[in-house]
């Protein structure tokens, strides 16, 4: 019976993985035509280059979730560990990019990073790879 439910909480949960990766995509096309006209707008006028920088970031910020569910699939349902630091270490990046105007925040988000990235190498080191 509980094998069963869980079961059926399994199938509800991939088909609302596959829902949220369709939406990603649809995102991610409408981002990269936003990413288009801004950077052809940005071609004639200079103040416009931290917009695009941050339209490019949240385009991988997308990317990098499709690639999770996409591993997610191909791991036999199982979310890798790494990608999630790998997303985390992206998104205080895009943070240091759009927002560092204080610098103690941009001094905690780099000790942020180094901390992801210690424990990537930890990841890396001693949990199994997919």
């Given at each position: 019976?509980?094998?069963?439910?869980?079961?059926?909480?399994?199938?509800?949960?991939?088909?609302?993985?596959?829902?949220?990766?369709?939406?990603?995509?649809?995102?991610?096309?409408?981002?990269?035509?936003?990413?288009?006209?801004?950077?052809?707008?940005?071609?004639?006028?200079?103040?416009?280059h931290y917009n695009i920088v941050?339209?490019?970031?949240?385009?991988?910020?997308?990317?990098?979730?499709?690639?999770?569910?996409?591993?997610?699939?191909?791991?036999?349902?199982?979310?890798?560990?790494?990608?999630?630091?790998?997303?985390?270490?992206?998104?205080?990046?895009?943070?240091?990019?759009?927002?560092?105007?204080?610098?103690?925040?941009?001094?905690?988000?780099?000790?942020?990073?180094?901390?992801?990235?210690?424990?990537?190498?930890?990841?890396?080191?001693?949990?199994?790879?997919?």
């Amino acid at each position: 019976m509980l094998e069963k439910i869980a079961n059926y909480l399994l199938i509800i949960k991939n088909i609302a993985l596959i829902i949220v990766a369709i939406f990603l995509c649809i995102v991610l096309f409408v981002e990269a035509w936003a990413i288009a006209k801004l950077a052809i707008q940005t071609f004639h006028n200079d103040n416009e280059h931290y917009n695009i920088v941050e339209k490019i970031i949240y385009f991988f910020l997308y990317f990098e979730f499709i690639a999770l569910i996409i591993k997610y699939f191909k791991n036999n349902f199982h979310f890798p560990l790494r990608y999630f630091i790998y997303i985390g270490i992206t998104a205080i990046i895009r943070l240091i990019i759009v927002d560092h105007d204080i610098a103690i925040n941009v001094l905690i988000w780099g000790s942020t990073i180094l901390v992801l990235s210690i424990s990537l190498a930890i990841v890396n080191r001693f949990v199994k790879h997919d």
